[in-house]
C-alpha cells in the first residue's frame, strides 16, 4: 500500500470526496498508529497542545470512545457535548453551537447528526477541521476505513475480492461509505436485502444486487452484515421481523452456504437473534471486535492527518 499522496484536506467528511491516493495513505497511517496500541505504553505525544471537541447528537457507543481513545492515545485534549445536556434543548442552532466551541479554540470538531450533510454545513462555517462522525443515511466515513482496514488485514489486497453487504441498505451510512471506499480499491460489492431496504438505482454506484442471501454469501470473502435501523424506518419495510430473520438472518446453518474462511463483519451495535445469531456473531470467522479495535487506530490515523497534514514518516525525517 505504498503512495507519496500528501494529506492536504481540513475535513474528513465521507469517502465518496476521497480519491484513491487518499484511503491508501490513511490506510498506511494506520498500520503506524496499530503498532503504537500493541505497545505498553500505549500514548504518544504526537497531538500533544492540540483540541478536539466530540459533538454527539446521537447515540455512539464505538465511535464516540472510539475518537476519544484515539484523542488521548495521541496526548490531544477532549472536550465532549451531550445534546440533552447542553444549549441545543434552549433552541440554539448546531452553528451557533459550533461557532461558540470554536471560540473556545477549539482545532478539530467531530460531528455525529441525524441530519445528512450537517457535517459539509459545519465545515463550511468553522475553520477548524471537521470530521463526521455519521451524518443520518448519508456517511459515515470513518467506519468504512476500518472495515476496509480490517478486511485489508486478514486478506492482504482488496482488489479483487467479494465484499457482500446485507440487510438494511436503505438507511445505512455504513453501507453507503463502504460501497464508495471497496468500489475504489477495486472490490466487486454485491448489496442483498429485502427489495424495500434496497435503494432504487443502487446499480449506479457499480455494485450487484440480489435479494437471495444465499447467492450473496456463496462467493464472498466477506459479509458486512448491517443493523435493522428501526429508528430511521418510518414505515414497515418487511412483513414481520420473523421473515426477515427466515430470509435474511446469518445463522450458522446459513454460514455452511459461504466460503470456509469468509469473514463475519458488523458495524455494530448488533440486534443479535435478528440480523446475526449468537453463534455466528461470536465464531471463529468473526472479526466484529477486531473491527473495533482497528477503529482506534484509524481515528488516530485520521486525528493524526488533519492536525498535523504530514504523515508520520515525513514527521520523522
Ligand atoms: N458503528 C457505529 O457507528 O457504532 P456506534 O453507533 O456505537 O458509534
Redesign the pocket.
Known amino acids: 500500500m505504498a503512495n507519496k499522496t500528501i494529506w492536504k484536506r481540513k475535513d474528513l467528511l465521507g469517502i465518496e470526496e476521497l480519491t484513491k491516493e487518499e484511503i491508501h495513505l490513511i490506510l498506511n497511517q494506520t498500520f503506524s498508529f496499530k503498532e503504537i496500541l500493541e505497545r505498553p505504553i500505549k500514548k504518544v505525544p504526537t497531538l500533544r497542545g492540540k483540541t478536539i471537541a466530540l459533538i454527539f447528537f ?9 475518537f476519544e481513545l484515539a484523542a488521548k492515545r495521541l496526548s490531544a485534549d477532549t472536550v465532549s457535548f451531550a445534546a440533552a445536556s447542553s444549549s441545543t434543548v434552549k433552541g440554539e442552532t448546531l452553528k451557533d453551537t459550533a461557532k461558540n466551541i470554536e471560540a473556545m479554540k477549539v482545532d478539530l470538531v467531530i460531528l ?1 447528526h441525524s441530519m445528512p450533510g450537517s457535517s459539509y454545513m459545519l465545515s463550511r462555517y468553522l475553520e477548524a477541521g471537521v470530521v463526521n ?2 451524518d443520518g443515511s448519508h456517511e ?1 466515513p470513518t ?1 468504512a476505513l476500518l472495515d476496509v482496514f480490517s478486511i485489508y488485514e486478514k486478506k492482504k489486497k482488496i482488489e479483487g475480492l467479494k465484499i457482500s453487504i446485507i440487510g438494511d441498505v436503505a438507511h445505512s451510512r ?1 453501507a453507503r461509505s463502504n460501497i464508495f471506499a471497496l468500489k475504489k480499491l477495486g472490490a466487486e460489492v454485491t448489496i442483498c436485502g429485502p427489495k424495500t431496504l434496497i435503494p432504487v438505482d443502487i446499480e449506479k454506484l457499480g455494485v450487484n444486487v440480489t435479494y437471495n442471501l444465499d447467492e450473496a454469501i456463496k462467493d464472498a470473502d466477506a459479509i458486512n452484515i448491517l443493523r435493522i435501523q428501526k429508528e430511521r424506518q418510518k414505515e414497515t419495510y418487511f412483513p414481520s421481523i420473523r421473515e426477515y430473520i427466515k430470509l435474511y438472518g446469518i445463522t450458522e446453518e446459513r454460514l455452511k452456504k459461504a466460503k470456509k474462511d469468509v469473514l463475519i463483519m458488523h ?3 448488533i440486534n443479535r437473534g435478528i440480523e446475526l445469531f449468537q453463534e455466528v456473531a461470536d465464531g471463529a470467522n468473526s472479526i466484529i471486535l477486531e473491527q473495533v479495535t482497528n ?1 482506534v487506530a484509524v481515528r488516530m490515523a485520521v486525528l493524526y492527518l488533519l492536525c498535523s497534514g504530514e504523515t508520520i514518516e515525513e514527521k520523522e525525517k
Open positions: 446521537e447515540a455512539s457507543t464505538r465511535t464516540r470512545f472510539s455525529r462522525a455519521g459515515h467506519q455504513v458495524p455494530g451495535p477503529g
